[in-house]
Antibody, heavy 119, light 107 residues
Framework: EVQLVESGGGLVQPGRSLKLSCAAS????????MAWVRQAPKKGLEWVAT????????YYPDSVKGRFTISRDNAKSSLYLQMNSLKSEDTATYYC????????????WGQGVMVTVSS | DIQMTQSPASLSASPEEIVTITCQAS??????LAWYQQKPGKSPQLLIY???SLADGIPSRFSGSRSGTQYSLKISRLQVEDTGIYYC?????????FGGGTKLELK
């Protein structure tokens, strides 16, 4: 059974940093692209970052490019999101998601972790 | 950026009814579209990918179609457990964008 378990969320002040983690199990982690998707309170979904199987390629929307860094450790079946220079608009539930075998869509999602950016 | 305009924003329907949700893409995205269901308090679940393909384990009551740059999700024989918010996602070009969501309630 595919499982994605996020951790590392919490309350952080504007301008500070936070690192999220996602522990994957139930599949061969190194074979899949992985992603982070967020959802602000009572709002819709926003794709945040994607990383290739080896970690050599990463993709971001402009809203987080230069502030967020996605990375992975295939030996530990773990995905990370380093978030720097956090803003109030980054407040959201952050989901770890697996891309499908063709690296197209998100086929499995974690339960999400809440990040609140506030002074 | 490609805009995905989803409609309606909300709808209420009775069990066994048929409902259709649409997403209009601001430009051609081919079949690079997926539909997700998010039940209250849960993470999203993939329903349809590549515009018309049913994801594993999803009931055949769900179906997807395309007409030009308009994409539709049809739910036949509505069940109580279909309550939730439905989102489309375009995977054609970066940034990959979701529609604004359609909240479905059962009467």
């Amino acid at each position: 059974e595919v499982q994605l378990v996020e951790s590392g969320g919490g309350l952080v002040q504007p301008g500070r940093s936070l690192k999220l983690s996602c522990a994957a199990s139930g599949f061969t982690f190194s074979n899949y692209y992985m992603a982070w998707v967020r959802q602000a309170p009572k709002k819709g979904l926003e794709w945040v970052a994607t990383i290739s199987t080896s970690g050599s390629r990463t993709y971001y929307p402009d809203s987080v490019k230069g502030r967020f860094t996605i990375s992975r450790d295939n030996a530990k079946s773990s995905l990370y999101l380093q978030m720097n220079s956090l803003k109030s608009e980054d407040t959201a539930t952050y989901y770890c998601a697996r891309h499908d075998a063709g690296a197209r869509y998100f086929d499995y999602w974690g339960q999400g972790v809440m990040v609140t950016v506030s002074s | 950026d490609i805009q995905m305009t989803q409609s309606p924003a909300s709808l209420s329907a009775s069990p066994e009814e048929i409902v259709t949700i649409t997403c209009q893409a601001s430009q051609d995205i081919g079949n690079w579209l997926a539909w997700y269901q998010q039940k209250p308090g849960k993470s999203p679940q993939l329903l349809i990918y590549s515009a018309t393909s049913l994801a594993d384990g999803i009931p055949s009551r769900f179906s997807g179609s395309r007409s030009g740059t308009q994409y539709s999700l049809k739910i036949s024989r509505l069940q109580v457990e279909d309550t939730g918010i439905y989102y489309c996602l375009q995977r054609y070009s970066n940034p990959w964008t979701f529609g604004g969501g359609t909240k479905l309630e059962l009467k």
